[in-house]
C-alpha cells in the first residue's frame, strides 16, 4: 500500500483518496517573473512523479497548476522593464512550459492563470469578510489569523504572540513572523495608471498571492483535494495561508496529504543571485540530457537537499547510460528473437516477478525513487545475464514491459530503435557476407563509411549491432 510522508502529520499515511479510482491533485506552479532555474524544476518533476505513480497504479488523476501571473514580483519586475503585465508575463510562462516539456513532465489537466480567475477571488473574499474572516483597512482587505485557531499546524509557527491588528502588506515575508495578511491590496497609483486594477466594493485592488492558489485549488478540483504538492519554502507562509482561507471559507478540511520536497544546492551552497550561482535549465541542457537531469533528481529522495555538482551530474549521466545501453540490447534482441523456450529461463522470470514487486515497495515508500532506481539497474543486470545465453520473445516482451513500465514512473525516454536507410542496411549485410569470406579489410571498409554517417556496428554471437555514434 501506498504511504506518502504528509507534511501535516509529519507521518507517513497510508494513501487512500477521497472518491476510490481517483485522485485530485494541486501543485504550486511557477510566478512568471524571471527564467525558472533547476531548483524550481526539482519541485515540478517530483510532483510529475508523484503523478506518474498514482497513473501506473491505476488511479484517474486530475491535477491543476496554476500559473502566478499578478504579484508583488511580477508587477515590480514589468514596470522596471517598462512592459504590461500580461506581455511580461507571457514571456516567462512560454519559458517555463516549455522547460517542462523538455523534461518530459506530463501536461496537467487545467494551467489557470491568476489574472483569469480574480471574480472568484474577489467572491471569496467577500465571503470571508462576511463571515468574519476578513476585514477592510486603507483600501485594502487583511485575513485575521487570529479567528483561524489551527493556524500554523502545517508549519509549526507559533501565533500566540501576535499583536491583534498586526499586518504585514507583501506577499512573502520571515516565517518567525505571523501577521494578519493582505487578500486583496490596494492597487498604488502606479498600477492604477498601468491598468493593474480590478473593481471591487473596497475600491481598485489586486490580489495578493496567498488568495490566488486557495481559489484557483478549491474552485478548479472542488473544497478538499486529495494531494497538493509544493517546495518547503512555500509551507510558510504560502501553504500555510491557503489553508487558513479555503477552510475558513468552505468549513471543510482544504487538503489531505500535505507533499513538499527539499531544496536543490549548487556545490553545497543554496542558489542565490547575490553569489552568482544561479542554473537555469537551458544551460545545463547544453552538457546534459532532460533524461539525465530526471535521474539525477530521482537519485535523491524528494524530502532530501540535492547538492548539483559536476560529480553527480557525471553520475547521473553513466547510470542512465548503462539503463540505455541495456535497453538497446533488449530491443536488438528483440529483433533476433526465437519461440524456443528453455527450463532454464524460469529463473529470470521469477527475478522479472520480483523485481516488479520490489520496484512498487520503493514507490509506496513515500516515492522513495533511489530505492526505485536500483531495483531499475538490478533488473538490467539479470537483462544482460540473460542474453548472455537466451532469446526468447515471451521472457523478451516481459523484461521489456518492465522497462517501460519503470521508465515511465521515473519519467525517463529511452531512444528508439534506430532505423536504418535502404542503403545503410544493404551495407551491413554486404559486410556481414565480406566476414564470412574473412574479406577483413573490405568489411572494415564498410564499417568505416558507416560511422562517418554516425553508425556504429558491434559484432556479437547474434548479429550485427548497430547505435548512433
Known sequence: MLRIHNTLSREKEPFKPLQEGRVTMYCCGPTVYDTPHLGNYRSFVTSDNVRRYLEYLGYEVKQVMNITDIDDKTIRRSGEEGQPLAEYTLRYEKAFMDGLGKLNVLPAERY???????????????????????????????????????????????????????RVNVDEYDKENPRDFALMKKSTKSEVERGIYFDSKWGKVRPGWHIECSTLATKYLGPTIDIHTGGVDLIFPHHENEIAQAESRTGESFVRYWIHGEHLMVDGEKMSKSIGNIVNLEDVLKEYSADVIRYMFASTHYRRTLDFTR?????????????????????????????????????????????????????????????????????????????????????????????????????????????????????????????????????DEIRSDLRAQGLILEDTDWGTKWRRA
Open 311 to 443: 560529480e553527480t551530474a557525471e553520475n547521473a549521466r553513466n547510470n542512465y547510460e548503462r539503463l540505455m545501453n541495456a535497453y538497446s540490447d533488449l530491443l536488438f534482441a528483440e529483433r533476433t528473437s526465437v519461440e524456443s523456450p528453455d527450463r532454464g529461463e524460469d529463473a529470470f522470470i521469477d527475478e522479472i516477478e520480483e523485481a516488479e514487486r520490489r520496484f512498487r515497495e520503493s514507490m509506496d515508500d513515500d516515492f522513495n525513487g533511489p530505492a526505485a532506481l536500483g531495483v531499475f539497474h538490478e533488473i538490467a543486470k539479470s537483462l544482460n545475464r540473460y542474453l548472455l545465453e537466451y532469446r526468447n520473445r515471451e521472457v523478451l516482451q516481459r523484461f521489456k514491459g518492465l522497462f517501460d513500465d519503470f521508465a515511465f514512473v521515473l519519467g525517463l525516454s529511452f531512444p528508439k530503435p534506430l532505423e536504418l536507410t535502404p542503403e545503410q542496411a544493404e551495407m551491413i549485410r554486404s559486410r556481414e557476407e565480406l566476414r564470412r569470406s574473412q574479406r577483413w579489410q573490405e568489411a
Open 112 to 166: 489557470p492563470r491568476a489574472t483569469e480567475n480574480v471574480d472568484s477571488m474577489i467572491e471569496n473574499v467577500e465571503a470571508l469578510e462576511r463571515k468574519g474572516f476578513a476585514y477592510e483597512s486603507g483600501g485594502s482587505v487583511y485575513f485575521n489569523v487570529a479567528r483561524f485557531p489551527d493556524y500554523g499546524n502545517l508549519s509549526g509557527v507559533d501565533i500566540s504572540s501576535v499583536r491583534p491588528g498586526a
